[in-house]
């Protein structure tokens, strides 16, 4: 029997059949879903070294970036060979667009997720517009959300000083189809004409932002938000002010004042009383805040454990 035992080790070891309880296993129960913001795509949360840190220090599996494909199906870049995931990042068709039209993609990916991993809800972690697409997607969705926790990072929940500007400048070379706006998008590097700027406007009655901040928001949701602050330097505001660009004073990150970045400070929010909990990042500002690994997985753990 001791002999048979031996040649069937020597044969499954020649054969690299690993047992089952050496493949990877998730550490969490909530799987997360890391969402970019406008025209960022997926590979934002690599290139900011976030899934690497996940990784290498927190020892989480990562589930890849998901995408979707030509015929409108969602696949992972690291495929099922995982049996279950830890955290997954989202790869919009085209980030610039209506946020309406993101959430619902989000939607397809929590469902992925869900199903991929065989958990009931999901962890949302958005950046800048991630957050909005995150919000617009669970008021579309009030029963079925699939939601535990939403953690924004530097959103702009009640609008952008810069969006205002764009949108202005829009308007002011005659619209999203002028030529002088795709020649300024060109040397910007990235389109400043999508459909999303719009919705970040910060004022107006019948605006994006001021009907989502009014609609109901689940309850059952833990909400926190990570708000990012530098003060900005006086030579760059002069410049700015110079140009006719409207700098707000007080704390901001050069792109969304602190009290925008706050969702506590959403009209549904203070009218039912919403718990949101804060975090502060000082002398950070927004186009570098995803390199506060530590911080923003501190706050992530927080709600893991709920």
């Known amino acids: 029997m001791r002999f048979i035992y031996c040649i069937l080790l020597i044969f499954l070891e020649g054969c690299h059949i690993v047992p089952v309880d050496d493949y990877p296993k998730s550490n969490l129960k909530t799987p997360i879903i890391l969402i970019s913001g406008y025209n960022n795509k997926s590979d934002l ?8 840190y996940l990784a290498d220090k927190q020892n989480l599996i990562y589930g890849g970036k998901l995408v979707f494909d030509k015929d409108s199906k969602i696949n992972s870049t690291k495929g099922d060979t995982l049996s279950k995931m830890d955290y997954f990042s989202v790869s919009f068709s085209d980030s610039t667009t209506s946020i309406d ?21 999901v962890m949302l972690v958005g950046y800048s517009m991630g ?61 400043i004409s999508g459909l999303a700027i719009a919705q970040m406007v910060q004022s107006g009655r019948e605006s994006f932002l001021t009907k989502l901040n009014q609609k109901q928001h689940p309850n059952d949701v833990l909400y926190h938000s990570i708000v990012a602050q530098k003060s900005m330097m006086s030579n760059f505001k002069t410049i700015l002010n110079f140009f006719d660009i409207e700098v707000p004073n007080g704390n901001n990150d050069y792109v969304v004042t602190s009290e925008s970045q706050n969702m506590s400070n959403i009209s549904y929010f203070k009218q039912n009383n919403i718990d949101c909990q804060i975090t502060k990042i000082e002398n950070t500002h927004h186009f570098n805040v995803l390199n506060q690994h530590k911080i923003i997985y501190s706050t992530i753990e927080k709600y893991l454990k709920q």
Do not use: C, M
């Open 101 to 121: 039209l993101l959430s619902v993609e989000l939607k397809n990916f929590v469902t992925y997720v869900t199903e991929k991993t065989n958990t009931k809800k």
């Open 45 to 52: 949360w690599e290139q900011e070294k976030f899934t690497d």
């Open 131 to 191: 957050g909005l697409i995150a919000r617009q997607y669970l008021t579309e969705n009030i029963n079925d959300h699939k939601v535990s926790a939403l953690i924004t990072i530097a959103s702009p929940h009640k609008g952008s000083f810069w969006a205002n500007t764009i949108y202005a400048t829009n308007l002011l070379l005659g619209g999203t189809d002028s030529k002088l706006i795709e020649k300024l998008s060109s040397w910007l590097g990235k389109p």
